[in-house]
């Protein structure tokens, strides 16, 4: 009798006329129990130490989607980042909080929903978790009997916006920042700056973003904001303030800062640009000290992003400076200037207490320490593996969620493995996660959601779940759950759109070959 009202609990069956639970990313480890637990005004929400403001962000949240404020007392004998959602709050002795990052437990009986976390992350995952499988029929919320052990396969996982090219409000982003939390991603890459725009409010240099960002920025007080909340919600705000290319807002600022010095405007095109930051002048890193450190006090990130992508910079082929600077350091061309202005900003960053992140073109000059996010192609991730080098991966064939679906189809989302194969598994620990890139162009606010679902959550999985637990027709039951939910909640999915041309120019313009069969899959 359990059973069946299990079913006609969380509605759609699978093959073999098991229930599908709507979980995105699938779990470790799940078992399934018999049996709902019902949630009911006379709940509470207690709490073990260390789990109080965690405890108040669950009361919240619960009151927002089911109407019910339930009370939240400390409870003394609950572990550390232990929360029991039930009539009262005991722990079941055989339970016990995981010990490693963003690991958890949660079981749900009849009686109460218990959540455990290796840590804060750990906790707030448990929370998502059972957040997936609480469901509404007919005034009365429940979530079917689990017992779920859990942990992500990678640390980082991301997702890149752009504000740069097509300006973000800042409650559009506490927005995504609430979708990136429900579905367990942990870093927001957000870029800040490129040749369309200087969207980081300067204290030490107004002009960034009063001419480079034609007064459409964010202040510090915005950002701090949407720091703490992302924060709270378990997703780091990650700058990315690109250079020494995609720098023509900067330089509409400072043109003293190129090697020519000539004056330039913010683009208000798309494509690459050829103005960069001279590596050669002083001034330069005279420029970025203070700004980075301003980046710094805003952002507690680990990490500064610093582009480095697409360094066109034919100035740097006709300047004395750059050609002096080759000579003195016995530096060759491009390359060599290139890395000696990453060593330099490396350096300012390191003085921050910061680690620098640089996309791929770097990586073969980069100095130790650099993580290389991939993005041309995978095997980059590779390369730097190979080095000892930390990587990331968002290669463009599986996760620019700019392009169209006929383009980048869910199904080549979904099968996308981060790690390179071949790679030792001493060299595999180095591959830190990965994530999703919206580049701006055409990412207007209104079109955020249609690019983004539901191949966001393909990639949820992929840096998630272990991979054996992949499984495309199952993900797919699955999806329709969420997208029911997440439909209700206003969340626009999309279908192919047709900016085939433009994604077609775009994927030339970037030297991708697109392979016959690619188009659609
Ligand atoms: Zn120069």
């Known amino acids: 009798m359990m059973g069946i009202a299990l ?24 078992e399934r129990g018999t049996g709902q637990y019902v949630l009911a005004g006379g709940a509470q929400v207690c709490y073990g130490p260390g789990a109080q403001e965690l405890a108040d962000l669950m009361v919240a949240e619960l009151e927002k989607t089911t109407g019910l404020k339930l009370a939240s007392p400390a409870a003394a004998d609950l572990g550390e980042r232990v929360v029991v959602i039930g009539e009262s709050a005991t722990l079941p002795s055989n339970l016990s909080p995981p010990a490693f990052p963003e690991a958890y ?54 997702l890149l916006l752009d504000p740069a090219r097509n300006f973000l409000s800042l409650d559009a982003l506490k927005r995504q920042v609430d979708l990136l939390s429900a579905f367990k991603f942990n870093v927001l890459h957000f870029h800040l700056t490129d040749d369309q725009g200087w969207r980081f409010e300067s204290k030490a240099f107004p002009r960034l973003q009063e001419v480079g960002g034609e007064g459409r920025f964010y202040t510090q007080e915005q950002l701090r904001e949407l720091v703490a909340y992302a924060q709270a919600r378990g997703v780091t705000v990650m700058p990315e303030m690109d250079m020494p290319g995609h720098s023509t807002a900067l330089l509409a600022a400072f043109p003293e800062l190129s090697c020519s010095g000539k004056p330039v405007e913010v683009s208000h095109t798309v494509g690459i640009h050829p103005n960069a930051l001279c590596p050669a002048k002083e001034e330069v890193y005279e420029f970025l000290q203070p700004l980075l450190a301003e980046v710094a006090a805003v952002f507690p ?15 740097w082929e006709q300047c004395p400076a750059c050609d ?9 061309g491009k ?99 990965g994530g999703a890139n919206l580049w701006g162009e055409w990412a207007t606010e209104d079109r955020l959601d249609l690019q983004l679902y539901p191949r966001l959550l393909a990639l949820a999985e992929v840096y998630w779940s272990p991979p054996e637990q992949k499984n495309y027709p199952d993900f797919l039951l699955r999806l329709d759950q969420v997208r029911t939910k997440l439909e209700a909640q206003g969340v626009r999915f999309g279908d192919v759109n047709p900016a085939m041309v433009w994604d077609t120019v775009k994927l030339v313009g970037k030297g991708v070959q697109i392979a016959a069969g690619m188009l659609v899959k």
């Not at 006609?8 to 098991?18: P, S, Y």
């Not at 199904?411 to 620990?429: I, M, Q, T, W």
Request: glycine share 8%.
């Open 335 to 433: 390359k060599g200037l290139h890395a000696y202005f990453l060593r330099r900003v490396s350096e300012i960053i390191v003085g921050l207490g910061k680690r620098t992140l640089a996309w791929d073109e770097v990586t073969e000059f980069a100095p130790a320490g650099v993580v290389i996010q991939a993005w041309r192609r995978q095997s980059w991730a590779e390369v730097a593996a190979r080095q000892g080098r930390e990587a990331v991966v968002s290669p463009i064939l599986y996760t620019y969620v700019d392009y169209n679906r006929l383009l980048l189809p869910l199904r080549r989302c979904y099968s996308f493995d981060p790690v390179p194969a071949g790679l030792l598994p001493e060299e595999a620990k180095l591959i830190l996660g």
């Open 105 to 158: 437990l949660l079981q749900v009986t009849a009686d109460s929903v218990v959540l455990a976390g290796g840590d804060r992350a750990g906790l707030l995952w448990a929370f998502r978790t059972w957040q997936q499988l609480l469901h509404e029929e007919q005034g009365q919320w429940s979530s079917p009997a689990v017992f779920i052990r859990d942990y992500p396969r990678f640390p980082r996982r991301s």
């Open 324 to 332: 002096k600077l080759l000579a003195e350091n016995s530096l060759e």
């Open 7 to 30: 079913i006609a609990l969380v509605g759609g069956k699978a093959e073999g006329g098991q229930e599908v639970l709507p979980l995105i990313p699938w779990p470790v480890e799940i």
């Open 301 to 315: 990130s680990e990490f500064i992003h610093i582009g480095s992508d697409e360094v066109m910079a034919t100035d």
